[in-house]
């Protein structure tokens, strides 16, 4: 994981694709002479160039097998991006949406339900009718119009994307995990110390200086819910252990990190997971489903449960797909299927609902969203992400540098200093990035996120567990070289060869320990990738969990367009990713800064 697509700066990703979600065509067949009739209920959720469409159609007719449509016309210059649990294709102002492969069969009062993005500008008028497999849906058998019809009319027209409009009905698993949440779960409150990551620090020399720092549980995999797979990047206490671990400890907070979206990792290899590019259904059934059953436990109704909401996933489709530096197949197909959006509407949805339960969204970091034409696209991403969840109020806030290494502050090499004349942003390192740190950048983007439609509420996580750069190497003053990449290379605290390096860095430290709300807009500096567990193999090594070998990760690597053709700056002899590696873990303490 963490790739990072320094710039792509010239592609912002403007839409206007027709999509095709999920499989090919599927035959539509009606049942002879059958008795047709349906129901459409149309919703939108919409800002002022874009919407989210929700479609729920019921077969009030004869069952229906082997496949069926749903049809319609729009009115305006609604353009369809994006669609998700149906095949949904544009033809001017003509919509069709058909039935996935797998999902063909609509018995009599059985409901469809499937969705999709859209831009538009203008008004945004519902579509007058809905046809399925070509019959009008008038809400009863033969074509009298019900007037219980909820059909046709927008729950909420012209909302803002505050409004939590149409929100996916979902109820906490129990209703007495009710809000109100808090606006920080981290100020005032104890974090918890998981029992495994501790072990495996304290077996190490100078190890317990410290193992009792909070880190994030991480659910990499269905089976890391139930816990009982010992497999070498997993330890073996599933959710409710770690839950019921947390309570006994008194601790305030709990952080989880939920990491298996389909397709996972798209623009690298070496976290790359067990669900397939089409597994969305596998992704809320046997992954979401069952964490919010768990977190909404009454048990746990005193614990503020803290959710990292899939790293990398919403920025690699915006910078990550073809077309741009480094771009991949795989990210074009997660775009494209919506598998990323709807996951992750998906889990902040279900998680969201729950009184005590917060959830943060993984954004990158400066080095990768820090270029204009990557911001604000990142932004709209989020909030569609957010949209598809029906609320934004299921978003506490945001995290950056997840995994990664980009130093917290940059004192020296702010992107407004000038040498011999020159802005150092065209220096090679900052390469026009507008940011160079953490810190300045997770600010910003908070504000750029308010703008689009967040929360004014929302706040920002730093991940500082391994962004320390401390010892020998760490300057202590600005240069004072007049030329703009000697004196860059010579003020940065981030010590890497190239900012879009992210696996196993040499001469990394730990950085910042777990602090609450240490800056303005910031809720919490955190430990979210426990030090010590590798970023991916230095070789390939076989292993039963979907993990890949990514060049990244091998020392002797000498880079692709992402990282500037430039030496990977991975320490050797790495093992897969999350599995402890000691001679990292060892590299981290010397170099810690603060200093241990
Ligand atoms: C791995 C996960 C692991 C996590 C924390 C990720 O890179 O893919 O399996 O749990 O790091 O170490």
Redesign the pocket.
Known sequence: ??PISPRARALTAAAAVSVLAGAGAVAMQTEASAAAGCRVNYSVNQWSTGFTGNVTVTNLGDPISGGWNVTWTFSGNQTITQGWSATVTQSGQNVTATSPSWAGSLGTNATATFGFNANYSGTNATPSTFKLNGVACTGSVGGSPSPSNPGTSPSNPGTSPSNPGTSPSTSPSNPGNQGPKVDNPYAGAKGYVNPEWKAKADAEPGGSRVSNNPT?V?L??IAAIEGTDNSS??GSMGLRDHLDAAVAQGAGYIQL?I?NLPGR?CSAL??N?ELGPNDLPRYKSEYIDPIAAIEGDAKYKNLRIINIVE?DSLPNIVTNTSGQAGGTAMCDTMKANGGYVQGVGYALNKLGAIGNVYNYVDAAHHGWIGWDSNFGPTADIMLQAAQASGSVNNVTGFITNT?NYSALQEPYIQPTVTVGGQNIRQSKWLDWNQYSDELTFAQAFRQKLVSVGFNSNIGMLIDTSRNGWGGSARPTKASTSTTVDTYVNESRIDRRIHAGNWCNQSGAGLGERPKAAPASGIDAYVWV??PG????SSSLIPND?G?GFDRMCDPTYTGNARNGNSMSGALPNAPI??AWFSAQFQQLMANAYPAL
Do not use: L
């Open positions: 994981m963490r994030a991480w990499d995999r990047s997993n990190v990491y990792d070496a976290s997971g790293i995994a990738k426990p567990e590798s970023d991916g969990e993990k990713s999350g």
